[in-house]
């Protein structure tokens, strides 16, 4: 398939023009949020980190009997500098708890395609349905910096003696868990049911998803978890052990731990993608993420490896990545797409804002001395029938229609960095993810 770039490359510059003249907002950026009539659940006893009610949100589609119950991501924390967001990127969403409004906001509104049912569109090019399209949606926003399966409440004090502690809850175990049970009595005959999301909503999926699967009951069952990697580590000489051992006694883990099936080793995260394929034969897993994610990959490294350069903490992410994707090959029901680098978010998720750019191609190459003269001519990498065959979409329908097993993994590769039509509207798909 080749890839017509007239129409990407005129988008772009529209992009860039517009963007000049100070004339572009979020809406002209990426045509993609979604105009639902949510309704917006508060249970009681659920709570965000400060106390505040939880709430999330549910789109109740005309007609459909397909689910999709999506986490949101953002952060992280597990002490008094991460949890009182002195750390910035390393710290954990919404502290000051969900807004009734929230799912009007930016974040909720724009940054999930498959909750909004299509690929955003840009000027120029074409918003385009994905498989999700016309499903029931459940949002789950986010707001105790425990990746959705926390405990507990923890008071965390300033190691500097400057600021007075805090009282954070991480209820995300109690809040999930009570939501799951909302929606079985809400959502009585679901037919499909996608459990996904990104980057800690990412995690949640893999995490939630024999509660969702067992309460819920669907007639099948898909994970997607989006860059939020449970990566092996069975002992300490493992690089993601010092992460895991940190928030299990943080969040309360072993609580959560004793609500899994035996075939979780609770001395073992990574176990989860074992028993997420042995519990649920029937049901379709995957997971996507990029090799060159500088986010998630300084959560898991950064802070127990210090002075670390930004090679060092990929190379120890892809040691990771290798192993992760060892054990799913173990296992017939798991996919994968791993593309290598997108500059947009730091690489990190592969599902969020748009798919431009979110391609893995397994085959992807320099171009050979007589191929130099194809379109676009900036473009010094190929992949052999063009990047649309490897694109996010083509994977995320081919295994939501029609139950394949997909495995693309891309090799190191500059196509992205290079692509004169990313080069520009990645910058501004950044400001807007950023507000800037």
Known sequence: MRINRTPWIAAAIVLLAASVAGAIGIEDVVDGGNDYAWERIELPGTVCSD??????FVHDAPGSNDLVLYFEGGGACWDYESCSGQLGLLGAANPNGIAD????????????PIVNGADPGLPLRSRTDIATKGWDV????YCTGDVHVGNNVQT???????NPPITFRHAGFHNTREAVAYLASRFPNVNRMLVSGFSAGGVASAAAFTEARTVIDPNAAFMLNDSGPLFPAPNGSFNSRQLHDTIALAWDLDTVFAELPASFDPDDFGSTTDMLAAEFPGDQLAYTGYSSDFNFSRFSYERFFPNLSEADILALWREDQALLIDEMNDHPNFSYHIPWKRQINDSHCSSII??????S???IRKKRWYEFWQWPWSQSWKCPGGVAQYAFERFFDSWI???????WVEPFNAYNAEDPGLQIVGPLINDAITGE
């Open 51 to 56: 106390g505040s009610q939880y709430k999330f």
């Open 101 to 112: 409004d929230y799912i009007t906001q930016f974040k909720a509104r724009y940054v999930a």
């Open 138 to 141: 459940v949002f789950m926003p």
């Open 156 to 162: 965390y004090v300033d190691p500097a003696g400057q």
């Open 354 to 359: 748009t798919f431009i750019g979110s391609h």
């Open 361 to 363: 191609c397994p085959s």
């Open 401 to 407: 229609e029609n139950g394949a097993v997909i495995r």
